[in-house]
């Protein structure tokens, strides 16, 4: 899927775009409508130097309405793959991988759903319950029914309770 074969990678600096495919993200609820992993990469003898681009629209279902709706996503990552590495380290734009001396394959699967899940917005609102600010707007705030003011109405059980407690 999301792969490359080191023995194809070309010395010095190259470029190779690969497609996400559709049901990338299926085990999340999402479906990618198109979305291309754009990778530029510098190689040298003990070192892979990757500058990654996720560019991607997906169909996301809204919270309120579950309608729905398209998201689109660009995100960048520098992947760093380097012979001899102890630890690998990851933070939001960057990680540090360990390339041993026969791999024969560099995966972005993980990264990518990584990059993207990370994307997505805490709450799927559909864009038509946004404000021009990006923010959430009221759904309903309309009252049902006659409204009846409880301040002047006393229950009498409370009035019973009153009396009771000036007896004691």
């Known amino acids: 899927m999301l792969k490359l074969y080191t023995f194809e990678i070309p010395s ?97 699967e993980q990264d990518v759903r990584d990059m993207l899940l990370l994307s997505l917005p805490p709450k799927r609102i559909h864009p038509r319950y946004l404000d021009d600010n990006g923010n959430p707007t009221e759904l309903l705030n309309e009252q049902f029914g006659s409204f009846i003011d409880d301040s002047e109405t006393v229950d009498p059980r409370w009035e019973a309770l009153k009396k009771l407690k000036k007896l004691i």
């Open 12 to 108: 010095l600096k190259s470029q190779k775009t690969l497609s996400i495919p559709h049901d990338f993200l299926e085990s999340e609820d999402t479906t990618v409508l198109e979305g291309t992993l754009h990778l530029d990469i510098d190689r040298s003898d003990h070192m892979i130097h990757i500058k990654s681009m996720v560019t991607s629209i997906l169909e996301l279902q809204c919270d309120r309405s579950l309608d729905k709706f398209q998201y689109s996503v660009q995100r960048e990552l520098d992947i760093i793959y380097k012979e001899g590495l102890k630890e690998e380290e990851y933070d939001l734009h960057s990680s540090f991988k360990r390339l041993e001396q026969h791999q024969q394959t560099l995966e972005f």
